[in-house]
Each structure stands twice: as structure tokens, then as C-alpha cells.
């Protein structure tokens, strides 16, 4: 079955800082890779989607990058956070090639100071 | 582009009453529907989902249901508990790939009161 893993769970970073956050999927090749942003507990905002190594696509113009080194990760950077960067980002993959449904994983909640 | 409006913003039901949640989508092209709950702090977790060729979809107390002319769906809880209780997303998308993607209600949140 497959597992998607999210790390870290919890980061409180200040502002300027960089930011490096990890997502990885398990028992599946060639995932669509989605980066979404929840912020005050509603609403799901898709930062960045990759349909394979290198693709990224990005949806809204922002501090932060993406980049997919490997089939099954994924990482959400930043060189300097600012205060707004801060919320609960959510990685999902679904199968390549149908991709509707997406599968979260548990996410990381990150706070800037 | 897709839009997806949610209703209500928040629903308070007794334990063993039914919850029933309503999605419009505006995108007649949209043939994937699916409902996800999230309990707090976690990430949303996939209860049920529904196509277009499908009126009714469900699995245990849990039912979907779909009317594509007035381009509506609803997320119905029945013999609600108290491990209900979280925030319930709709979502819609036209498929095909990662590049139709879905797009996200603002979210139901459901309390059971026991």
C-alpha cells in the first residue's frame, strides 16, 4: 500500500530565515506531486504541482519554491521567510496519468516569528 | 475557472442525527467529485468520492450524492457519533491528469454533540 510521509511535523523558524520541507511517497512509481497551504484550518491553497522529476508547475507567485530531485520526493524551500509564510502546508499525490484523487499526508505546521 | 461554493460553514447535529453537507461547482466539464474530512492537525484523509456518470454512491453511513443538471452534490452523515466530528472538504475536478486539478470548498466544520 502506498504512504506518504511529511517531515518535519512542527518547525518555528524566524523571519529571514531559509525553510526546507520534505515530502515523500511510498508503493508507488511516478506520482503526481501536489504542495497545498491551509491556512486557520480552511481553506486548501495549491502552491505547486510535478508530474515528474524536474516538472514543476507553479500556481501563485509567492516566497516559495519547489523542487522534485527523485520520483517519490518532494521539497517546498524558501530563502527568507516572512511572517505570512507561516500555516500548515500539505503534501498529496495521485496516480500519474488519472491524477483526480489526491492523497494527503499529514503535513507540517510552520510558524515564523 | 472552477469555483466551488460550500454550505454551511459550520453544522452542530446531536449524536445519532444525520449531517448533510451541499457543494455547488460552476464548471459543467467537472466529472470528479470527492469529500475529505480532517480532523484538527491532521491532513485530510478521503471518505468518499463520486463520478459523473453516477447519481449515488455509498459506503456505510456515509452517502454522495450528485445532480450534474443543477450542478450540485451532497455529503450525507447518517446515525452521526461523536468520532464525526472534524472538518469536511468538497472538492471537484475534470480529470485527466494533474494539470485538471481539484478545486476545494472552504470547508464544513461538523460537530456531533454527544
Known amino acids: 500500500s502506498q504512504t506518504i510521509h511529511q517531515w518535519p511535523a512542527t518547525l518555528v523558524q524566524p523571519v529571514g530565515s531559509p525553510l526546507s520541507l520534505e515530502c515523500t511517497v511510498e508503493g508507488t512509481s511516478n506520482p503526481n506531486l501536489y504542495w497545498y497551504r491551509q491556512a486557520a484550518g480552511r481553506g486548501l491553497q495549491l502552491l505547486f504541482y510535478s508530474v515528474g522529476i524536474g516538472q514543476i508547475s507553479s500556481e501563485v507567485p509567492q516566497n516559495l519554491s519547489a523542487s522534485r530531485p527523485q520520483d517519490r520526493q518532494f521539497i517546498l524551500s524558501s530563502k527568507k521567510l516572512l511572517l505570512s509564510d507561516s500555516g500548515f502546508y500539505l503534501c498529496?499525490?495521485?496516480?500519474?496519468?488519472?491524477?483526480?484523487?489526491?492523497?494527503f499526508g499529514p503535513g507540517t505546521r510552520l510558524l515564523v516569528l | 475557472g472552477e469555483n466551488v461554493e460550500q454550505h454551511p460553514s459550520t453544522l452542530s447535529v446531536q449524536e445519532g442525527d444525520s449531517a448533510v453537507i451541499k457543494c455547488t461547482y460552476s464548471?459543467?466539464?467537472?466529472?470528479?467529485f470527492p469529500w475529505y474530512k480532517q480532523e484538527l492537525g491532521k491532513g485530510p484523509q478521503l471518505i468518499i468520492d463520486?463520478?459523473?456518470?453516477?447519481g449515488e454512491k455509498k459506503d456505510q453511513r456515509i452517502a454522495v450524492t450528485l445532480n450534474k443538471t443543477a450542478k450540485h452534490f451532497s455529503l450525507h452523515i447518517t446515525e452521526t457519533q461523536p468520532e464525526d466530528s472534524a472538518v469536511y472538504f468538497c472538492a471537484a475536478s475534470k480529470g485527466g491528469g494533474a494539470t485538471n486539478k481539484l478545486i476545494f470548498g472552504t470547508g464544513t466544520l461538523l460537530a456531533v454533540q454527544p
Open positions: 463520486i463520478r459523473s456518470n453516477v
Open positions: 464548471d459543467s466539464a467537472s466529472n470528479y
Open positions: 498529496a499525490w495521485g496516480l500519474a496519468g488519472v491524477g483526480e484523487t489526491q492523497y
